[in-house]
């Protein structure tokens, strides 16, 4: 009789988890975080080690200052207090994050993944973790991901953390990359809902063309040049970039792209609270603005402070504007990203 009803109980059980599976499932943005490091290092700071000028930086990119990490921190780390903030806003307990995906261009060493030092400092075991290249289009990459693995019901909860030690990586001798890069991390924790009201993802669109890999690269230390005395003393451990190239392929493709997402769920610029796009340089992100026709108080600008943080500057600048309380719950955000790769994407969000 005990095991009667409990198979009839069972049975239920079952019958609704398979309703479950074939009603749709959402994502809900639970909580936004994000971390720089406490040093800044200014125009003039760097005007002392390169022929450069604060007046030129500003003029040219809008960055004012940008914050560097501390010798002894790791990706990883800047990537775990931007979590544990997260985590916080959004009223997670750690142990219910059943997956980790780290967007990074800078992992703490070449082999293992960033992710699995990330879930060892956050107490976390056996949940899979995942690091992606994306570079600077990390944010929409990762929501995408993010959305599939929930949608599909394997995971619940998806911790979503993307960071960079940039300074790691840029060549400080070399004037026309150093002034531009900073350090940071931002992290989202992505969660499944029944309910479609509470849906955050709208709508996300990607794309990349190899074509033009060679504008931003890290040329030396991989499977194609191993590092030798030889690409140490070519500088090739270092990002090596062609400025104007990028400039005009990041004002068109983040265009087109914004454009792209908006035409096809039927939404102009203006009908979004803001626009957050990568914050690669301020003049970039104008003509942006000034091609989607939406007033400057719409449109996000973290750069003057941070300078160019990688796939973290779209979250720092969504979490900068949480925190000061202009995007509220039914908050519309259009994200817009685009990095090495070429790598590109938009994402329409609802808080
Ligand atoms: N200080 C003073 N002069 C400089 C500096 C500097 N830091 N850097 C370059 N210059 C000089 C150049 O040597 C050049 O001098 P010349 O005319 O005598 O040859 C002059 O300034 C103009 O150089 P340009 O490269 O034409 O300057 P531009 O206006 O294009 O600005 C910049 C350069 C800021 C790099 C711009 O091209 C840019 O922002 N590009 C996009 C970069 C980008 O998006 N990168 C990352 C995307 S992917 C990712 O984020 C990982």
Not at 10 to 33: A, D, E, P, W
Not at 124 to 134: G, T
Not at 223 to 235: F, L
Not at 289 to 302: D, H
Request: proline share 2%; glycine share 8%.
């Amino acid at each position: 009789m005990r095991l009667k009803k409990l198979i009839f109980s069972s049975n239920r059980k079952h019958k609704k988890i398979g309703k479950m599976k074939n009603s749709k499932r959402f994502v809900k943005i639970l909580g936004v975080g994000s971390y720089v490091p406490e040093k800044v290092v200014t125009n003039d700071d760097l005007s002392k080690i390169v022929d450069t000028s604060d007046e030129w930086i500003r003029a040219r990119t809008g960055i004012r200052e940008r914050r560097i990490a501390a010798s002894d921190q790791t990706t990883s780390d800047l990537c775990v207090c931007a979590a544990r903030k997260a985590m916080e806003n959004a009223s997670i307990a750690v142990d219910d994050i059943d997956l980790i995906l780290t967007g990074t261009i800078t992992s703490d060493v070449v082999l293992p993944s960033t992710s699995v030092f990330i879930q060892t400092k956050l107490g976390l075991k056996n949940i899979p973790c995942l690091d992606y290249n994306v570079a600077c289009s990390g944010l929409q990459y990762g929501i995408e991901l993010a959305r599939s693995l929930i949608e599909s019901r394997r995971y619940k909860n998806i911790l979503l953390v993307c960071g960079d030690k940039l300074s790691a990586i840029t060549d400080w001798e070399d004037r026309s990359t150093c002034i531009l890069f900073g350090d940071g991390a931002g992290a989202i924790v992505l969660s499944a809902t029944e309910n479609e009201e509470e849906n955050s993802i709208i709508d996300v669109v990607l794309g990349a063309n190899g074509e033009h890999s060679e504008l931003i690269i890290l040329p030396a230390g991989g499977s194609r040049e191993p590092a030798s005395e030889k690409t140490v003393s070519e500088r090739k451990h270092f990002m090596k970039m062609s400025g104007r190239d990028l400039f005009r392929e990041a004002v068109k493709i983040m265009g087109n792209c914004a454009q792209e997402i908006l035409d096809r769920n039927g939404m102009s610029a203006n009908d979004m609270d803001f626009v957050v796009t990568h914050q690669a340089n301020w003049r970039i992100i104008d003509a942006v603005r000034e091609r989607l026709g939406v007033s400057p108080e719409k449109v996000c600008v973290t750069i003057e402070k941070y300078g160019n943080t990688s796939a973290s500057s779209c979250i720092i600048a969504l979490d900068s504007l949480i925190k000061n309380g202009k995007i509220v719950r039914g908050s519309k955000v259009l994200t817009v990203g685009f990095g090495a790769g070429l790598t590109w994407g938009a994402a329409i969000l609802k808080f």
